[in-house]
């Protein structure tokens, strides 16, 4: 079945910009979808269709997509944005949704 | 203000079925566009996808999960149940339902708080 492939962690310090990316062979033809997720809370929606921002998300976070790889960039990345995030996809039929396996932020 | 609330057993045993409900408010599934799905999440691991239903009653299944999962929709009562056969301690997780709509593609754009399931004999 599909995958998406996201690296473990990531490390960053405050004020840094953080990189999480997004890897599957159907992101060219499929949105991809990012989600927020602090320990203990339901995941939130960051990015949705790529690179759009739903309301009352900072304007630090941003998404975009290149090939088979997507991904969301966190500017000037404050401490309350130490979370795990996942992105999501569709197969290349759109018949069924996947998640990465979750890149857990770390602002040092 | 849109909700939703997961519901059901906390504790199943082995090879039992497991029923979830989850109970929604602020928007209605017979409304072009709308969706409601499933996603759950082990202890320390990863999310999960395993259905979603659209608001013309078009329903999709976790290639893995298909053949144990079974998902409805109630438009009168504004819920929507998840059934999942033959359960398995590897299937003790948090289970979330969430709102999508189309406009924001297949997003899911709000989340349930979540119910934990553990399965045990």
């Known amino acids: 079945s599909y995958e998406l492939t996201q690296p473990p962690s990531v490390s960053v310090s405050p004020g840094q910009t953080a990189r999480i990316t997004c890897s599957g062979d159907?992101?060219?033809?499929?949105?991809a979808y990012w989600y927020q997720q602090k320990p203990g809370q339901a995941p939130v929606l960051v990015i949705y269709?790529?690179?759009e921002r739903p309301s009352g998300i900072p304007e630090r976070f941003s998404g975009s997509s290149s090939g088979t790889t997507v991904t969301l960039t966190i500017s000037g990345v404050q401490a309350e944005d130490e979370a795990d995030y996942y992105c999501?996809?569709?197969?290349?039929?759109?018949?069924?949704?996947?998640f990465g396996g979750g890149t857990k932020l770390t602002v040092l | 203000q849109i909700t939703l609330k997961e519901s059901g057993p906390t504790l199943v045993k082995p090879t039992q079925t497991l029923t979830l409900t989850c109970t929604f408010s602020g928007f209605s599934l017979s409304t072009s566009g709308v969706g409601v799905g499933w996603i759950r999440q082990p202890p320390g691991k990863a999310l999960e996808w395993l259905a979603l239903i659209y608001w013309n009653d078009d329903k999709r299944y976790s290639p893995s999960l298909k053949s144990r999962l079974t998902i409805t929709k109630d438009t009168s009562k504004n819920q929507v149940v998840l059934t999942m056969t033959n359960m398995d301690p590897v299937d003790t997780a948090t289970y979330y339902c969430?709102?999508?709509?189309?406009?924001?593609?297949?997003?899911?754009?709000?989340w349930g708080q979540g119910t934990m399931v553990t399965v045990s004999s």
């Open positions: 969430a709102h999508s709509i189309a406009a924001a593609g297949d997003a899911f754009d709000i």
């Open positions: 159907a992101l060219p033809k499929q949105y």
């Open positions: 999501q996809s569709a197969d290349s039929s759109g018949t069924y949704m996947v």
């Open positions: 269709k790529d690179s």
